[in-house]
T-cell receptor, first 113, second 113 residues
């Protein structure tokens, strides 16, 4: 298996623009997680899905953030409008159950100017 | 509040100089403790899962142990390729009934030849 795939790997945008991050989980994994990593706060869970349904979105910082999972092999995290404080590395992870090991993608490094 | 604290923040070792990394946690309803390795510019890579006090797991030069309040990652005779950030995470059962991984901020390990 190719592992968790994320795109783009790097994104540079200007404040106010819409940003869309993409993730393809490992085939057969029913859980998908979106994390944000910063130097100050480390890795933080934003939202997770089970069988394409959002289960816990309490970590989503603001209404500017939204996530969807239209099918078992694709998810998006959207920021609209983006702000400089959104600059971070965003990771997607997947697992077969909520208790099993989460496997992480390579991340998207986002810089909002 | 669920909390994971890792120490030290950074550790510099000479090749062959054994040491231990610490992960202490305060969490209700522990479901598991995970160790990950993260190289610069990459996503966290799974190392171990521990579920109960007294449990130990080994992989090459690494051994993870678990007590009721903390976990240790022992590194025996490290090599430069062991240089990375080591992340500890606990699977916590939230009051909402949801579960999530709570990460520590990591220990940056540098092994010099």
């Amino acid at each position: 298996d190719a592992g968790v795939i994320q795109s783009p790997r790097h994104e540079v945008t200007e404040m106010g623009q819409e940003v869309t991050l993409r993730c393809k989980p490992i085939s057969g994994h029913d859980y998908l997680f979106w994390y944000r990593q910063t130097m100050m706060r480390g890795l933080e869970l934003l939202i997770y899905f089970n069988n394409n349904v959002p289960i816990d979105d309490s970590g989503m910082p603001e209404d500017r953030f939204s996530a969807k999972m239209p099918n078992a092999s694709f998810s998006t995290l959207k920021i609209q409008p983006s702000e400089p404080r959104d600059s971070a590395v965003y990771f997607c992870a997947s697992s077969s159950t909520v208790l099993e090991t989460q496997y992480f993608g390579p991340g998207t490094r986002l810089l909002v100017l | 509040e669920d909390q994971v604290t890792q120490s030290p923040e950074a550790l510099r070792l000479q090749e062959g100089e054994s040491s231990s990394l610490n992960c202490s946690y305060t969490v209700s309803g522990l479901r598991g403790l995970f160790w990950y390795r993260q190289d610069p510019g990459k996503g966290p890579e799974f190392l171990f899962t521990l579920y109960s006090a007294g449990e130990e797991k080994e992989k090459e030069r690494l051994k993870a142990t678990l007590t009721k309040k903390e976990s240790f990652l022992h590194i025996t005779a490290p090599k430069p390729e062991d240089s990375a950030t080591y992340l500890c995470a606990v699977q916590a059962l939230l009051s909402t009934g949801f579960q999530k991984l709570v990460f520590g901020t990591g220990t940056r390990l540098l092994v010099s030849p």
